[in-house]
């Protein structure tokens, strides 16, 4: 094959590649240049070429400065890019060629030449284009472009008509695109596997060119290009690229002001450019960066082998992901705030994930101050503190068979059943120090009470509640072990609680369901009997989802080998409750009202920090002065946020707590916003 016909080969597979990255809809000019429309005093086309500038100029018009320059640092980034990277990069094309080092080296120039003009704010591109020494070879290539793909004497005019005509690709994305927000746009460049990114790829794709009316997935079919090839090479390319979501937001944007606003007119045809009113442009939010930063996708680098998806993550790449989040969280004024960089693995078929992290990564992310890891494909995320791990970590995630938990229980399935595994350093580990957050999709829920939905533990072939937290159709569960867990409707009836139903019926199903209260056995509550301090501790520590194995305690009258003393340790550590003395914790002291609200209080206070507390909250009760010193602030916390409330006026800070009123006050404690 000699050079001329290799290059005609491979230089769609390079357009394409080049769209990929860049991202639909782009500049008039971006694509226009990326297609050979670069109209000259010699050039023999019909293009009007001061119309496509006008349309480019009205385009960024609407960039404020700090866009353009993000454009400009996203261009310098490209054209950075070493042969030898881009080589490595463009594997999955090149390996359907066979191209000489020489011919390697004109492909990656045209590349570079063509995405950089799609980010730059002016027209300086579409000069270094004319000005490239291969600037006649990139001309002719069209033609013999489309002999190659089956297209008849594929013209610039045909392309031109492909791309803007009034039935061509910019116009179908317009009206595909008619009317969504700006953070619509947003989205579809930081999730590109959303339902809209795949819906623009088909409208790009199956578009017709030339007079033999091909699609272009046709063309790329005759020229043996696959989506696989030009998505992986997209993916190659984009991991080495910091600025580059930053980039593609600021298109995104500039867009949406010029075209897709309700108040502008959409352009129908290039002949009549300026079409449409330039209206002023919303700023394209910091924190809208921030969360195009947080999202790392990594669904190109997942391979599946006999049963098991595998993230074949780069340690470079994934660095520069978790630098470039710390340096959006900087630029959004949170640095510091406890942030997360999530690995989107998107849809996955096989039922087993592993996703390993190398200490390098895990190190990186501590240097750049990143709080978490998280991890999510199919509607499952695992969020993982890093701070506690030092080496290489490994998460793995299997969907199991439902008859895992419905063979050992009635009640009824509300999620998949998922057996979760991590280790560290290539040793297993099922207890952490820091909880492994689970976030686990809900399915068949018809007909089911969702404040009866609780995480379930399997252990030794039985059941263990562990509560967790609604959040829409997913369940959200801090988890200091790994095991296999599911989500149920837990429904547990009590035949004793006729006397409190009116106003604790519910709350004591809830929490029961939660598994943070039990009953005495023979299902009965025994909901008028005293509560003791070591229960209310177990209580309220599973209640809010605080255990933590790691704790420990040091008061003599705790043993560690009670059921108490994990909860007890916690609710130490977290300083949610206090010892009757310095070595004292008296567990099977019964708790009073005022010693409750207090716990409640700095239990929720250790998760909620921003919340706040009305010291004049108690006043409304005509017994305040009864409540000790060092308990004021609890209650006045826990009355001003409604978590408990007083009878006939009078709060009776000395009384002793019921079960019943504890499970109201855990209840509310559960809902607290």
Do not use: C
């Amino acid at each position: 094959m000699t050079l001329k016909k290799k290059l005609v080969v491979s230089t769609l597979a390079v357009s394409m590649a080049a769209v990929a990255v860049a991202g639909l809809p782009l500049s008039s000019k971006g694509l226009a240049a990326q297609f050979g429309i670069v109209g000259t005093a010699s050039a023999a086309t019909n293009v009007d070429f001061t119309s496509l500038k006008e349309r480019a100029t009205k385009l960024y018009s609407t960039l404020t400065d700090a866009d353009k320059q993000t454009l400009r640092d996203f261009r310098t980034e490209l054209q950075g890019l070493s042969r030898e990277q881009l080589e490595k990069d463009f594997t999955p094309v090149l390996a359907q060629l066979e191209l000489s080092d020489a011919e390697k080296t004109i492909l990656f120039d045209l590349y570079l030449e063509v995405v950089s003009s799609i980010y730059t704010p002016d027209l300086s591109a579409v000069t270094d284009i004319l000005k490239s020494p291969n600037y006649e070879a990139y001309q002719a290539l069209l033609k013999e472009i489309g002999k190659q793909a089956g297209i008849t004497d594929l013209s610039v005019e045909e392309v031109y008509s492909f791309i803007f005509g009034s039935n061509g690709v910019e116009q179908k994305l317009i009206n595909l695109l008619k009317g969504k927000s700006e953070t619509d746009l947003a989205d579809l460049i930081i999730h590109p596997n959303s339902e809209l990114a795949n819906q623009v790829k088909t409208i790009v794709l199956d578009s017709t060119i030339g007079t033999a009316n091909y699609s272009l997935r046709a063309s790329l079919a005759n020229l043996k290009i696959t989506k696989n090839m030009i998505a992986e090479t997209k993916n190659n390319v984009e991991s080495r690229l910091t600025n580059e979501k930053a980039a593609a937001l600021v298109l995104a944007k500039a867009y949406y002001n010029a075209y897709l606003k309700s108040s502008t007119t959409t352009p129908t045809n290039p002949s009549t450019p300026g079409s449409g009113s330039i209206t002023t442009p919303p700023v394209l939010t910091v924190d809208q960066k921030l969360a195009a930063a947080a999202s790392y996708d990594v669904s190109k680098l997942v391979q599946v082998v006999d049963g098991k998806a595998t993230v074949k993550l780069v340690d470079t790449d994934t660095i520069n992901a978790l630098a470039n989040l710390a340096a959006a969280a900087k630029a959004a004024g949170k640095e510091g705030t406890a942030l997360t960089l999530t690995l989107n693995l998107g849809t996955i078929t096989a039922p087993t994930v592993e996703v390993p992290l190398s200490k390098a990564i895990v190190e990186a992310a501590k240097t750049n101050g990143i709080a978490n890891i998280a991890v999510t494909f199919n509607g499952v995320t695992v969020t993982i503190p890093v701070s506690q791990f030092s080496t290489a970590i490994a998460l793995t995630v299997t969907t199991a068979k439902p008859e895992v938990v419905t063979s050992v229980t009635k009640l009824k399935l509300a999620s998949d059943v998922y057996e979760f595994g991590l280790s560290v350093d290539g040793v297993a580990t099922s207890t952490f120090k820091q909880p492994i957050t689970i976030k686990l999709p809900l399915k068949n829920t018809d007909g089911l009470d969702k404040e009866l939905l609780s995480v379930a533990k399997l252990v030794y072939g039985s059941l263990q509640f562990q509560g967790g937290v609604l959040d829409g159709e997913f369940i959200v569960e801090p988890r200091d072990t790994f095991s296999s867990y599911a989500v149920l409707e837990n429904k547990v009836n009590f035949t004793d609680i006729a006397s409190v139903q009116a106003w604790a019926g519910k709350q004591i199903q809830v929490v029961a369901a939660k598994g943070a209260i039990e009953g005495v056995g023979e299902g009965k509550f025994a909901p008028k009997s005293n509560v003791t301090r070591a229960e209310f501790a177990k209580m309220l520590i599973r209640a809010l989802n605080l255990e933590n194995n790691s704790a420990v305690q040091s008061f003599s009258d705790v043993s560690s080998t009670a059921w108490y003393a994990p909860y007890v340790a916690v609710a130490a550590e977290k300083g949610i409750i206090t010892g009757r003395s310095a070595a004292k914790f008296d567990p099977n002291a019964t708790i009073t009202r005022a010693e409750m609200a207090t716990m409640i209080a700095r239990a929720v206070k250790s998760i909620n920090p921003a919340a706040t507390t009305n010291v004049t909250a108690i006043s409304q009760f005509s017994d305040a002065a009864k409540i000790s010193a060092s308990l004021r602030d609890g209650v006045a916390f826990a009355a001003d946020h409604n978590l408990v409330i007083g009878n006939a006026g009078k709060f009776n800070p000395n009384d002793t707590a019921t079960r019943a009123e504890a499970a109201v006050i855990i209840y509310r404690t559960i809902n607290f916003k």
